[in-house]
Each structure stands twice: as structure tokens, then as C-alpha cells.
Nanobody, 115 residues
Framework: QVQLVESGGGLVQTGGSLRLSCAASGSGFSINTMGWYRQAPGKQRELVATITSDGITNYVDSVKGRFTISRDNPKNTVYLQMNSLKPEDTAVYYC?????????WGQGTQVTVSS
């Protein structure tokens, strides 16, 4: 019903920046919360950032002050601006959205931060 397509991942040096995008498409849906998870090998998956339909944001402590989540509701797109990247940010990042009490996930995009 809802398809999420991610883009913007890549390889960046420590201290660099990346901007992830996730666009939702489909029909007959209204999205509530959107956000980003990440998972790195050997580490537990974690919720990085969320944003409600009203623009209320939350972040995991480790990215506060460095990452910014935003959304463009007419485009059904959520973004994650990542600045001052660190090697520990290296992970596969997955976007998600909720609609009608259901969860949908993007395909994942690799973010690699080299030291």
C-alpha cells in the first residue's frame, strides 16, 4: 500500500555531512509519524530520530546537535540531515512511516564514515 524509497547514503569522511531522503508513495494513505532507524554490525538497532505530522521531533542522545530530521508533507518525504559525522554513525539507515496503525519501511541505505 505504501512504498518508501530511500536515497542519499554514501561514503564520507569524519566531520562530513550527508542528507538522507525517504519518499513515500502509494494511494489512499495519510502518514502520521516518520523517522529513521539504523543498525550496524555488532550493535543493536536503534531509533535515531522521529518526527510527527505536527513537526514534533525526537532524537537519540548520540546524534543530538548533529542530526536534524524534517519532513515535507506535500511530498510525503522525510529527510535526515547528518552533520559532523563520526565513524560510529556508520550503519544501514532505514526510514519508516506509520499510517492507519501500520508500519512501512524503506529498503535501507548504507552510510559509511571513514576515520
Amino acid at each position: 500500500q505504501v512504498q518508501l524509497v530511500e536515497s542519499g547514503g554514501g561514503l564520507v569522511q569524519t566531520g562530513g555531512s550527508l542528507r538522507l531522503s525517504c519518499a513515500a508513495s502509494g494511494s489512499g494513505f495519510s502518514i502520521n509519524t516518520m523517522g529513521w532507524y539504523r543498525q550496524a554490525p555488532g550493535k543493536q538497532r536503534e531509533l535515531v530520530a522521529t518526527i510527527t505530522s505536527d513537526g514534533i521531533t525526537n532524537y537519540v542522545d548520540s546524534v543530538k546537535g548533529r542530526f536534524t530530521i524534517s519532513r515535507d508533507n506535500p511530498k510525503n518525504t522525510v529527510y535526515l540531515q547528518m552533520n559532523s559525522l563520526k565513524p560510529e554513525d556508520t550503519a544501514v539507515y532505514y526510514c519508516y512511516c506509520t499510517t492507519g496503525g501500520r508500519w512501512f519501511w524503506g529498503q535501507g541505505t548504507q552510510v559509511t564514515v571513514s576515520s
